[in-house]
């Protein structure tokens, strides 16, 4: 008896949506592959917030008291939710603020790095300069396919920003 894998209704629109991402992802000036891990387990609702306040820690190191004015100076990251039903975490590409480029990556990498576990303290970041952005991207865009991905599970720092 032969099984053979029969896609889910859609299977093939939502790979090809995925992978567009991912190519659109790769086009991108980003310079940071950064992984955050919980650790425990939460909801997407909490981690949509904790990435919000982590982006906000960032844009406040770097960009002062008035970073939510900031506009393009901010961070700018597009991070996809991986397992949101178990050992929920994030997957994000992250291009910092306008200052912090001009410092050296270490001190980016250590900026990164406290501010989640400011957040996060029990939590895991693992952050690293991207040699290969389009492998980086595939690699994030990998869950996209599975049912209600697309649609809960990718968010883009931009939609915490206050638009006048």
């Not at 910092?96 to 270490?106: E, I, Q, V, W, Y």
């Not at 389009?134 to 690699?139: H, I």
Request: net charge positive.
């Amino acid at each position: 008896m032969t099984n053979k894998f029969i896609p889910f209704v859609g299977w093939d629109l939502r790979t090809q949506i995925s992978g567009a991402y991912a190519e659109w992802l790769a086009t991108q000036d980003f310079e940071w592959c950064v992984t955050l891990n919980y650790n425990r387990p939460t909801t997407q609702q909490k981690v949509r917030k904790g990435f919000r306040h982590w982006l906000a820690c960032i844009d406040n190191a770097y960009l002062g008291r008035n970073w939510s004015r900031c506009g393009d100076d901010r961070a700018f990251a597009v991070a996809v939710v991986e397992h949101p039903h178990s050992n929920i975490h994030l997957h994000m590409l992250l291009r910092m603020p306008k200052p912090a480029r001009s410092l050296g990556r270490p001190y980016q990498m250590d900026s990164i790095e406290k501010h989640w576990f400011k957040i996060e303290p029990a939590g895991q970041c693992v952050s690293e300069l991207i040699y290969d952005i389009a492998g980086a991207a595939r690699y994030m865009c990998k869950e996209l396919p599975f049912p209600g991905h697309l649609e809960d599970c990718i968010i883009i720092s931009t939609e915490f920003h206050r638009h006048r």
